[in-house]
């Protein structure tokens, strides 16, 4: 048994916790308000966030200082609006013989930092190889019912992801390594941006046809963009590329799809905003991903129409006219030559 402090008890955060408590850890689960602690420990429910019972092996904590004192893992799982905040909270009290694994999906606009990046800045003294990204397709919802999910552990010390492996692996939830940790961060901060636009389509009344497209065509921006930054293309093809994708662009469960489809049945940005009251990670990174793509002159047309959709006040219909007015094109030339350009030399 380890002690685990998980830092965030929204819906992602608590299924983690009850993903650790019922592989016999103990779990402290931080979150930043009193009342929503004294629910947790009194009512074994987080109503707001989740519809299930939290195990008895969980303890939710107000005091951070508290929740990490002599834990083994911290799993941060927090917006990432707030990555920066909680950082600063936790360097005095964590060692660096602690590991630290984040599960929070996007990237900071205006820095463009990816959230291990901020982690590392925000915590200077800490082994930057000492964190580990989870991500892939997993809903909370159904993580939390113990539906069966896969997911993927990365660092770049590879012997840290296998310990993040041992702790998260079960029966209900398999949990795969890699040494990408850039390609991890990169396609499920991205896919959120597609989820935005799988909603608008929807929300616009399109069919199955057009939300293949935009899924099949959005996995090129993002392995565009990722393998630019550096990343291994081979990662967008796998949990945390288009299977994230794939999940996140298809399930009333996400927030990015829902958020989408309100903006295609005619809201705008503020009034979707108000009409979820949670965070919709995708709005974030849509400003990062139009940032990275013109700094690093990467092509990414989807990304831009849905920018202009939340932030220029473009009608969404507009959009998609657009993009299916952009001039003919080879298919393959995107996944072949980022292959060629990878692999070229080897």
């Known amino acids: 048994m380890r002690k685990v402090a998980v830092l965030g ?3 992602w955060g ?28 009194q009512t074994r429910r987080n109503n707001k966030y989740l519809d299930v019972d939290i195990p008895d092996a969980i303890t939710a904590f107000h005091d951070m200082k508290e929740a990490v004192k002599d834990a083994d893992a911290v799993v941060i799982v927090v917006p990432t609006k707030a990555i920066r905040e909680v950082c600063q909270q936790l360097k005095d009290d964590i060692h660096s013989s602690t590991q630290i694994i984040h599960a929070t999906k996007g990237i900071e606009p205006g820095s463009l930092k990816r959230v291990s990046e901020m982690i590392s800045e925000e915590i200077p003294d800490f082994p930057y190889e000492n964190i580990v990204v989870l ?13 069966p999910t896969t997911v993927s552990v990365s660092a770049v010390n590879l012997d840290r992801a296998r310990q993040a492996q041992d702790l998260f ?9 890699s040494d990408d940790i850039l390609g991890i961060e990169v396609g499920g901060a991205l896919k959120n941006i597609i989820a935005l636009g799988a909603g608008i389509s929807d929300g616009l009344g399109y069919g199955d046809n057009a939300k293949a497209a935009l899924i099949t065509r959005g996995l090129a921006e993002i392995a565009r963009l990722g393998t630019s930054l550096g990343a291994n293309p081979l990662s967008f093809l796998g949990l945390s590329g288009v299977g994230d994708l794939i999940v996140t662009c298809t399930s009333v469960h996400s927030r990015n799809w829902r958020a989408g489809n309100l903006l295609g049945k005619g809201m705008n940005l503020d009034q979707v905003l ?3 009251g949670m965070v ?22 989807i990304t831009q129409g849905i920018f202009q959709v939340l932030f220029e006040d473009k009608k969404p219909k507009d959009v998609v006219d657009e993009l299916m007015s952009r001039n003919k094109r080879q298919e393959m030339d995107d996944i072949s030559n980022l292959l060629k350009e990878r692999y070229s030399d080897k």
Do not use: C, K
């Open 135 to 147: 991500s892939g397709p997993s809903h909370a919802e159904e993580v939390a019912l113990r539906h």
């Open 169 to 177: 692996n079960s029966e209900n939830l398999r949990v795969y390594t």
């Open 280 to 301: 919709v990670e995708g709005v974030r990174t849509v400003q990062a991903a139009h940032q990275f793509a013109e700094e690093q002159g990467v092509e990414m047309p």
């Open 14 to 41: 608590t299924a983690l916790a009850i993903v650790l408590a019922d592989n016999g850890h103990e779990v402290r689960l931080w979150a930043h308000r009193q009342e929503h602690v004294d629910e947790i420990n």
């Open 274 to 276: 108000e009409e979820m």
């Open 9 to 11: 008890a929204g819906s």
